[in-house]
């Protein structure tokens, strides 16, 4: 595994370094994580992230059954496009009870999950499958992976998916819910998963723009609710990368027709929303 560590390692640090830009970079990561860490390794340890999740940091679910098929009958079409672009990924969406909570994060192996607080700050249905797309994009990139990689050593990430480093994966369940940094994503990250949720959202028959409309509301927001603030510290939603998703947009002739409250309303009025 170290040999081939270093061959790999090498190859990616003189593509990185000949090609000198940002895509060549994040291409080569993307090697690292396949070639390293397998579908079947990320999917145990995002299976173990969840089991810490609820036995370690006792995070609360939504327990109301409509509640939670509306959100993963929303996700079902985002994640049907997702499936194109990786095959095989087994995709769980969970809902974490937390109104003050505006967030949502995705793990390895497919596992998503939304707090209440989006479902409430959200005005359409297409500002959350927004952000759901683009979680889904992390995944897909396996943003997620490569961070754990970069951060704990192969070596740590590849022994908590055999279940041999326990404290790694506690480590990792504590920084979700803390809303830490340990799957926090860089600028070439970020960038990619908001192109695969633009993607997916106007594949899936949603208005594109519902992640920008989102990130703006937020930037309004921010100073008045704190909860707010968990999101755009992990997801900097700046002006550069909101012309950057037009952009995406525009280029790629992006287009979705609903762009409206749908069944939302109602889910917020079950959890207590206005």
Not at 175 to 196: F, K, N, W
Request: with cysteine; hydrophobic share 35%.
């Amino acid at each position: 595994m170290q040999r081939i560590l270093s061959v790999v390692l090498g190859l990616t640090l003189a593509t990185g370094l000949t090609a000198g830009c940002t895509k060549q970079r994040v291409q080569a990561e993307k090697a690292i994580a396949r070639t390293l860490i397998s579908d079947e390794q990320e999917e145990d340890l995002g299976k173990q992230v969840k089991q810490e999740l609820e036995t370690k940091e006792k995070i609360k679910y939504v327990q109301d059954p409509s509640i939670v098929d509306y959100v993963r009958t929303l996700s079902s079409p985002v994640l049907r496009q997702a499936t194109k672009d990786r095959p095989g990924v087994k995709w769980k969406i969970n809902v974490i009870d937390d109104p003050k909570m505006v967030n949502a994060f995705a793990t390895p192996g497919g596992y998503l999950y939304v707090y209440t607080g989006l479902i409430l700050a959200a005005d359409t249905e297409a500002e959350l499958v927004g952000v759901m797309a683009h979680e889904a994009g992390h995944v897909v990139g396996r943003h997620s992976a490569r961070a754990m990689v970069n951060q704990m050593g192969i070596q740590t990430v590849t022994a908590a998916a055999l279940g041999q480093n326990p404290s790694a994966v506690g480590q990792i369940a504590a920084q979700l819910v803390g809303g830490g940094t340990m799957l926090a994503h860089g600028r070439s990250e970020e960038i990619e998963a908001d192109e695969y949720g633009a993607r997916y959202s106007s594949g899936a028959g949603y208005d594109p723009r519902g992640l920008i409309t989102f990130f703006e509301k937020l930037q309004k927001q921010q100073g008045d609710t704190p909860g707010f603030m968990k999101w755009l510290s992990t997801h900097p939603a700046n002006k550069d990368r909101i012309a950057n998703i037009q952009k995406i947009i525009s280029q790629n002739n992006l287009r979705g027709k609903n762009n409206a409250p749908g069944g939302l309303p109602a889910i917020k009025q079950k959890l207590g929303g206005k």
